[in-house]
């Protein structure tokens, strides 16, 4: 059993920043697989957002936030994180981070993630 929990989310205006956490426990695997961070705004699609390794950080971004977002790991602590510059209303949603046992090539579809976290709000007010 794998447990995910996000942390980071809330309220920013746009063009701001934010840092988000994705805690793992329990069987990880660390350094083998991959975490991914998907995102859910009301009545869409949860979308992906970013993955990567756990071992190499090797990492693969949607394009609609290329060059704004930046995702990490620390694998000794078995933590992700999403780091989100020069948000904008439209990345207003429920962010999720998840786990996969795929490494490589990194993979932008939820069936490929086993494990999901709860969850955590980012509003970007204009």
């Known amino acids: 059993q794998v447990q995910l929990v996000e942390s980071g989310g809330g309220l920013v205006q746009a063009g701001g920043s934010l840092r988000l956490s994705c805690a793992a426990s329990?069987?990880?695997?660390?350094?083998?697989?991959?975490i991914g961070w998907f995102r859910q705004a009301p009545g869409k699609e949860r979308d992906f957002v970013a993955a990567?390794?756990?071992?190499?950080?090797?990492?693969f971004y949607a394009d609609s936030v290329k060059g704004r977002f930046t995702i990490s790991r620390d694998a000794a602590k078995d933590t992700g994180y999403l780091q989100m510059n020069s948000l904008q209303p439209g990345d207003t949603a429920v962010y999720y981070c998840?786990?996969?046992?795929?490494?490589?090539?990194?993979?932008?579809?939820?069936?490929?993630?086993?494990?999901w976290g709860q969850g955590t709000q980012v509003t970007v007010s204009s």
């Open positions: 329990g069987r990880t695997f660390s350094r083998y697989g991959s």
């Open positions: 990567i390794t756990w071992g190499a950080g090797r990492v």
């Open positions: 998840a786990r996969s046992l795929r490494t490589w090539p990194l993979s932008p579809v939820r069936e490929e993630y086993d494990y």
